[in-house]
């Protein structure tokens, strides 16, 4: 079973940062298959970044996603208040597995 | 506009049944694997299960903590995916979301709530 591990677990930052936001996997060679999502209260996750960088549909430029091996980052490069959520990645392998979340709040 | 949209959710007591629907528009569903997250509440996201598309034949898949007691479906004709939920055991208790899947998850729908208590 992959373990994926999301650190920190709470990000307090101001709109205009930049926010970095880590998710560890217990087993490498998932690059192809890293997701992040976004989620709100009440509302559905939203698929942000595959493939590790890839932008999903209509997601803007300032969100962006790196990594390999174990380690991968999603990087929103200037915070907009819309963009305090809870974030998190997966691994969509043959049991997808989800972090346990980064709650990105005002400061 | 792709949209999926689920429903089913409810009260029931532990030891029970519930069936959840997901009926999808906006895509050719045959074509796509569907996949089942939930959530329990103020906690994250758990993958459920997932159902192949008819042409590949695949058995549906389960979280292990579903295994034995949850089975996913599809039908086609209707655009529709199915959860049947039996045994129901209070830690199901959560939101229920149906996903497209590819090697992620596109397209959610709103989900729907089952409560599962006495």
């Known amino acids: 079973e992959i373990v994926l591990t999301q650190s920190p677990g709470t990000l307090s930052l101001s709109p205009g940062d930049r926010a970095t936001l880590s998710c560890r996997a217990s087993?490498?060679?998932?690059?192809?298959?890293l997701a992040w999502y976004q989620q709100k209260p009440g509302q559905a996750p939203r698929l942000l970044m595959f493939?590790?960088?890839s932008r999903a549909t209509g997601i803007p430029d300032r969100f962006s996603g790196s990594g390999s091996g174990t380690d991968f980052t999603l990087t929103i490069s200037r915070l907009e208040p819309e963009d305090f959520a809870v974030y998190y990645c997966q691994l969509y392998g043959s049991s997808p597995f989800f972090g346990q979340g980064t709650k990105l709040e005002i400061k | 506009e792709v949209q999926l949209v689920e429903s089913g959710g409810g009260l029931v007591q532990p030891g029970g049944s519930l069936r959840l629907s997901c009926v999808t528009s906006g895509f050719p569903f045959s074509d796509h694997y569907m996949d089942w997250v939930r959530q329990a509440p103020g906690k994250g996201l758990e993958w459920v299960g997932r159902i192949a598309k008819t042409a590949h034949s695949f058995s549906p898949e389960y979280a292990a903590s579903v295994k034995g007691r949850f089975t996913i479906s599809r039908d086609d004709a209707k655009s529709s995916l199915f959860l049947q939920m039996s045994g129901l055991k209070t830690e199901d208790t959560a939101v229920y979301y149906c996903?497209?899947?590819?090697?992620?998850?596109?397209?959610w729908g709103q989900g729907t709530l089952v409560t599962v208590s006495s």
């Open positions: 996903a497209r899947a590819r090697r992620y998850l596109d397209y």
């Open positions: 087993q490498s060679g998932w690059s192809n298959y």
């Open positions: 493939g590790t960088s």
